[in-house]
């Protein structure tokens, strides 16, 4: 119930059906998205987290966390200017929260059909998904504990970081790819 409008939300006409829709092909206008089929869609799907896999993002959670605490910790002690700290925190949340996502929703990383994305192809889409979280956010939290430290690291260590997510991504690809064409669905 909306006190605004004093109207159901998820009634014909309200916001959730007014603005969400989704496009049925055999209808030419399409059918209202109801608050419950909305909330079903964004979900996250929780037959994908194993007890590893709910270590593994608690331990990336909680390096996030530090160090967006140590990029404030930096800011303040070494008095840097607040819009680049504050750019840091917001690029670290961004790229987080777009891995996170991307992990509820495997199928869109190579752009295969639900039914071909199942089995071990799916596994290995949300394992290298996660891994490329942990070493991105990990690989930020070296240079940051160095800097509080008081030194400094080497660019070529950026250039590792990268290369390691590189590594992840090619061969979680190629096993994908493999497993694809083994399977008769091609790509």
Not at 61 to 73: E, K
Not at 157 to 171: H, Q, W
């Amino acid at each position: 119930y909306d006190p605004i409008t004093r109207r159901d939300p998820a009634e014909p006409g309200g916001f959730l059906t007014t603005f969400i829709t989704r496009r049925d092909p055999a209808e030419p206008g399409g059918f209202p998205v109801t608050y419950w089929q909305l909330r079903r869609i964004l979900n996250m799907r929780k037959e994908d987290l194993t007890v590893p896999a709910i270590f593994a993002e608690a331990a990336v959670l909680i390096l996030g966390i530090a160090y967006i605490g140590m990029q404030v910790y930096y800011g303040i002690t070494y008095h840097i200017a607040p819009v680049q700290f504050i750019c840091n925190i917001l690029g670290i949340i961004l790229v987080y929260t777009g891995l996170s996502v991307l992990s509820c929703y495997p199928e869109k990383i190579n752009r295969l059909p639900k039914e071909i994305c199942t089995g071990k192809i799916r596994t290995w889409s949300i394992r290298m998904v996660r891994l490329v979280k942990i070493i991105f956010v990990s690989g930020l939290m070296v240079p940051c504990v160095a800097d509080v430290a008081g030194t400094e690291l080497k660019d070529a260590f950026s250039l590792v970081v990268i290369f390691a997510i590189l590594l992840t991504v090619v061969y979680y690809e190629i096993r994908i790819v493999f497993e694809a064409k083994n399977n008769g669905n091609g790509t």
